[in-house]
């Protein structure tokens, strides 16, 4: 968002859009001006806040998700390991009655 100032030496209206630069040149009379320092102080705090937001993000993602994630996978295998188990256990007897029938 711009934010309009005059110029400190013919009073034109000049436009600040954010960034790092706090000088700001006239388009009418070519001097360099002073940015209000209201302006880029807020401007730097966007920056800086936008920053720590993502690197919020990535501790959360390392922190939560990441082990979330693994936790699922162990818990999705062990469940899985568990009806494999079940199901050879259950169709165990019946190869072995199988094998008997056919090897005797």
Do not use: D
């Amino acid at each position: 968002m711009a934010q309009t100032f005059n110029c400190s030496s013919c009073g034109a209206a000049m436009e600040y859009t954010g960034g790092s630069e706090h000088r700001v040149t006239c388009l009418y009379c070519g001097i360099s001006v002073a940015v209000p320092e209201e302006f880029w102080r807020e401007a730097e705090e966007k920056q800086t806040l936008n920053k720590w937001g993502k690197y919020l993000i990535i501790f959360l993602v390392i922190v939560v998700g990441i082990p979330t994630c693994l936790g699922l996978i162990g818990t999705i295998l062990g469940i899985g390991g568990s009806l494999i188990g079940i199901v050879i256990g259950f169709l165990g007897p019946i190869f072995a009655a199988l094998v008997k029938l056919f090897i005797h």
